[in-house]
């Protein structure tokens, strides 16, 4: 059973800086990919950043390049989002999938398997 507990949420100013965390347990294929989507209020989940376990290539939504940047420790079995420069757009709920067998980092939601519950990042002042 394949288990995502993300956490780091909160508020903060635009301009800040806030780190999510993806603790994954249960994960038993060999390859997969790996990544953060966030739902903001009236629009449709969305693929912010993905990691490959394969190759470690990457994938990020063009709103967030050079500002947010993916990483992963492999001994702690987690994932981290370091997200700079925040603007109120970042505003959102921030969910881990994994969608298992993948290689390339497509970052797309449908083709995910499992997801965690999610952590709320608000961006305001």
């Known amino acids: 059973q394949v288990q995502l507990v993300e956490s780091g949420g909160g508020l903060v100013q635009p301009g800040g800086s806030l780190r999510l965390s993806c603790a994954a347990s249960?994960?038993?294929?060999?390859?997969?990919?790996i990544g953060w989507f966030r739902q903001s209020p009236g629009k449709e989940r969305e693929g912010v950043s993905c990691?490959?376990?394969?190759?470690?290539?990457?994938y990020y939504a063009d709103s967030v390049k050079g500002r947010f940047t993916i990483s992963r420790n492999n001994a702690k079995n987690t994932i981290y989002l370091q997200m700079n420069s925040l603007k109120p757009e970042d505003t959102g709920v921030y969910y881990c999938?994994?969608?298992?067998?993948?290689?390339?980092?497509?970052?797309?939601?449908?083709?995910?398997?499992?997801w965690g519950k999610g952590s709320l990042v608000t961006v305001s002042s």
């Open positions: 999938a994994v969608d298992e067998w993948a290689v390339q980092p497509k970052c797309a939601p449908d083709d995910m398997n499992y």
């Open positions: 990691i490959s376990r394969s190759d470690s290539s990457t």
């Open positions: 249960g994960i038993t294929s060999p390859y997969y990919v």
